[in-house]
Structures are given as structure tokens and as C-alpha cells.
């Protein structure tokens, strides 16, 4: 790996959503969380969860299985990812958190 590939490479940590693998930049990435109690939000959009109480922070929890039109299913290795997305702190659900791993830019696909 040279020098120059270094500065043009991105870690993304990689989690699944019903058998698919997905990655999000690690800088972007706060904690990951097992599942904890969702305090729910009525008349909210689908995808909105509810909230967590994460160390006297309140945080919004979305599911990205319903926001992408994923079959719903539980995993018993579901966590909770919290990442800054427009200085909000979020938390998305996923199956599972899988690594980290360093990725060029030109083989990443950020169409979605």
C-alpha cells in the first residue's frame, strides 16, 4: 500500500441489516451500544423508535430497516450505533456490528 493510497483511504465500521453488509465512516461514529429500553414517541414517523437514555443523554433511535423498506426480524446480536449526522446525535438499530475496516474511496458506493 503506498503512501498516497493511505491518504485516500476511509475506515467505515461494517454492520448487516438482514444479510446486508453496510459501513459508515468511522469518523462519524460516536459508540455502539447493545440494545437498551426505547422509549416510544407516539404519532411519529415509522422508522422513529423512540428515544434511549444513553448516560443522561437523550437520544432519537431510528430503525433502519423500516427507513429502507427491510423485512422485519430481531437479532440477538442488535445494537445500537449513535453517530453525529448534521451535528444531531442519532442512533440507528442494526443486526449486527460486524469490524472495521479500511476501504478506498474509489471502491466506495455512495449512492444511497
Same mark, same amino acid.
Given at each position: /500500500?503506498?503512501?498516497?493510497?493511505?491518504? &485516500?483511504?476511509?475506515?467505515?465500521?461494517?454492520?448487516?441489516?438482514?444479510?446486508?453488509?453496510?459501513?459508515?465512516?468511522?469518523?462519524?461514529?460516536? &459508540?455502539?451500544?447493545? /440494545?437498551? @429500553?426505547? &422509549?416510544?414517541? @407516539?404519532?411519529?414517523?415509522?422508522?422513529?423508535?423512540?428515544?434511549?437514555?444513553?448516560?443522561?443523554?437523550?437520544? @432519537?433511535?431510528?430503525?433502519?430497516?423500516?427507513?429502507?423498506?427491510?423485512?422485519?426480524?430481531?437479532?440477538?446480536?442488535?445494537?445500537?450505533? &449513535?453517530?453525529? $449526522?448534521?451535528?444531531?446525535?442519532?442512533? $440507528?438499530?442494526?443486526?449486527?456490528?460486524?469490524?472495521?475496516?479500511?476501504?478506498?474511496?474509489?471502491?466506495?458506493?455512495?449512492?444511497?
Amino acid at each position: /500500500m503506498s503512501e498516497n493510497s493511505i491518504l &485516500t483511504d476511509h475506515q467505515y465500521i461494517v454492520f448487516e441489516l438482514e444479510k446486508q453488509i453496510f459501513g459508515i465512516d468511522i469518523l462519524k461514529v460516536q &459508540t455502539i451500544e447493545v /440494545m437498551l @429500553p426505547i &422509549t416510544k414517541i @407516539p404519532s411519529s414517523f415509522e422508522y422513529f423508535e423512540g428515544i434511549i437514555n444513553l448516560r443522561g443523554e437523550v437520544i @432519537p433511535i431510528i430503525s433502519l430497516k423500516k427507513k429502507l423498506d427491510l423485512k422485519e426480524s430481531e437479532s440477538k446480536q442488535a445494537k445500537i450505533i &449513535t453517530m453525529y $449526522i448534521r451535528d444531531a446525535k442519532i442512533g $440507528i438499530i442494526v443486526d449486527e456490528a460486524k469490524d472495521v475496516v479500511r476501504i478506498a474511496n474509489e471502491d466506495v458506493d455512495t449512492s444511497m
